[in-house]
């Protein structure tokens, strides 16, 4: 029988979790089977500089991360809930205390239990991915071998991450870069007035290449042309997001118009805006936290691919749970963005390394993360 419960457990087992409440989704017991517990709890993860994008400025990042038990194998997940995505801790808490666990008690059934997490409210990627990971990481425990494997895929063609540098003033900008100074691709964040001197600060300390993000910043078209006109001459390998994702038209209009890469970002929600995005975007951005976890970025990967496109793995700020996860389905990738878990400094896992940029697996079986002891 399940029973649903609010516990405060402070100071429990949890190792992590010395700060944060854990608050426990429930349990059931069935017969045969052993128990199941699925508990969640908020983890707020503090970045190493105040990040900011064309919309929003931040120093620190709540997520919640999730355990799930079964048949003696703890697996793990996490929900990194993002505002553009009308998603917050209280709405992953509010999706989490809807899921009936006794659904989750054959985690092998993926496609069955996104259908039914699909079923129970529409959006809520992030909640759904965190669950999604966790039934993968409990499958290669359960197997015995690391999620890479069972993917199908080679551990060591994970693409270069990108570093990403926030939106700063010029001299932040180039101290930034200075720490950056081993990752050979950096990412930066462009998309208020002052681009121009950003890319000019970063171009002050290095040559090496860029990948630019506006996030939705620019609003006409025209503006958005003559800012990637002056990109092109800067070693700029793409620009993600131009402009608005719904703006759908100004970006095909663009694409018209320029020989650099157009990268859809916040225009991919799900597999289902394929078809159309393939019509003004050259590549897409396909973050596990914004699709709803693994086996929705792996099916939206192949329908990239179907449609010739080009791939980047990209995240949010997460922990190494998040991040890990990742890291496993990128040897299906193009490009990766995967420095969510080294642009913070209380990282309470332990999972995938980023080496100067590169991303390297370990064999633990699942996804291959611990908690940080
Ligand atoms: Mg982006």
Redesign the pocket.
Known sequence: MERRKFMYLAGASVAMAKVNPVFSLGSISSKGKGKMNFEYWRYDLKLKHTFTISRSSRDSVPVMLMKFEKDGITAYGEASPNARYNEAPNTVEAFFKKVDIAKLSDPFKLEDINDYLDSIAPGNTSAKAAVDIAMHDWIGKKLGIPLYKFFGVDKSKTPISTFTIGIDTPDVIEQKVREAANYPILKIKVGLPNDEEIIKAVRSVTNKPLRV?A?EGWKSKEEALERINWLATQNVEFI??PMPASQIDDIRWLHERVKMPIIA?EAIESLYDIAEVATAYDGI?VKVQKIGGLTKSRKLIYAARAHKMKIMT?CMIESSIGITSAVQISPLTDWTDLDGNVLINNDPFVGAENIDGKLLLNDEPGLGVLPRS
């Open positions: 993000d996030n993600e997001q970002d951005n990209g």
